[in-house]
């Protein structure tokens, strides 16, 4: 059982609920896919397409029609860089999506770059309300590491596009900042790449949602 690498999402399951994690990534115990989600990545799907010239405007982009023609023409004059898999080492350096030091993995949008300009963007579907604080947090992640790819920039900026409200939210970060938030979530990632024992966070809350526990593979479950 390996747990040596990890994602931004595997990060808020592991300190959500260690148990929920283990299920998930290490025995790989598959769970049924939400309509919401499976429509989020038929959005996402439309959105590289378009980028790339090779499919229409569609209903679940047409709030952000202009953004997405400007990532359209970058992409064309080769500024902009659509759905890429980045991913460094332990030492936030980049490495390969299946190298044996890869140590995080994560999946990018799209992305600015130009001399005057470094912005990552993320594609948001669904409510953005109470989610403020997790998203910005996923922002400074990117940012981190799109600072250790490119470590002249001087600031980087990371939007997310929140594309069922027409919503943008902006988040810029200096290197300093970076530095500290990089330390942040270094610290947060080795107790899950280091952890060896994965204890239930059982609560009303936290299994609400969850199928391992309304599945009964998960004894821990809280009954709602």
Same mark, same amino acid.
């Given at each position: 059982?390996?747990?040596?690498?990890?994602?931004?999402?595997?990060?808020?399951?592991?300190?959500?609920?260690?148990?929920?994690?283990?299920?998930?990534?290490?025995?790989?115990?598959?769970?049924?896919?939400?309509?919401?989600?499976?429509?989020?990545?038929?959005?996402?799907?439309?959105?590289?397409?378009?980028?790339?010239?090779?499919?229409?405007?569609?209903?679940?982009?047409?709030?952000?029609?202009?953004?997405?023609?400007?990532?359209?023409?970058?992409?064309?004059?080769?500024?902009?860089?659509?759905?890429?898999?980045?991913?460094?080492?332990?030492?936030?350096?980049?490495?390969?999506?299946?190298?044996?030091?890869?140590?995080?993995?994560? +999946?990018?949008?799209?992305?600015?770059?130009? $001399?005057?300009?470094?912005? %990552?963007?993320?594609? !948001?579907?669904?409510? /953005?309300?109470?989610?403020?604080?997790?998203?910005?947090?996923?922002?400074?992640?990117?940012?981190?590491?799109?600072?250790?790819?490119?470590?002249?920039?001087?600031?980087?900026?990371?939007?997310?596009?929140?594309?069922?409200?027409?919503?943008?939210?902006?988040?810029?970060?200096?290197?300093?900042?970076?530095?500290?938030?990089?330390?942040?979530?270094?610290?947060?990632?080795? +107790?899950?790449?280091?952890?060896?024992?994965? $204890?239930?966070?059982?609560? %009303?809350?936290?299994? !609400?949602?969850?199928? /391992?526990?309304?599945?009964?593979?998960?004894?821990?479950?809280?009954?709602?």
């Amino acid at each position: 059982m390996s747990n040596n690498r990890w994602s931004y999402s595997r990060l808020s399951v592991f300190e959500q609920c260690p148990k929920r994690y283990y299920y998930s990534s290490i025995e790989k115990i598959p769970t049924p896919q939400h309509p919401a989600a499976t429509r989020g990545t038929d959005i996402h799907n439309e959105a590289e397409l378009y980028i790339r010239g090779e499919g229409p405007m569609t209903r679940g982009l047409a709030l952000f029609e202009e953004g997405f023609e400007q990532l359209k023409q970058g992409y064309e004059e080769g500024t902009v860089f659509v759905e890429e898999d980045w991913a460094f080492d332990i030492d936030w350096q980049p490495a390969n999506w299946n190298e044996d030091k890869t140590w995080c993995r994560y +999946k990018i949008d799209a992305y600015i770059k130009r $001399p005057d300009r470094t912005v %990552v963007i993320d594609f !948001k579907t669904g409510r /953005y309300a109470g989610n403020e604080s997790t998203h910005e947090q996923q922002c400074a992640l990117y940012a981190s590491a799109t600072y250790n790819r490119d470590p002249n920039v001087e600031v980087i900026q990371a939007e997310l596009w929140y594309l069922d409200h027409g919503r943008i939210a902006r988040h810029s970060y200096t290197v300093d900042e970076l530095k500290e938030r990089q330390e942040t979530f270094h610290n947060r990632a080795l +107790k899950l790449t280091e952890a060896t024992e994965y $204890p239930a966070k059982a609560s %009303v809350q936290n299994c !609400k949602w969850c199928h /391992y526990g309304k599945s009964g593979v998960c004894s821990e479950y809280r009954h709602i």
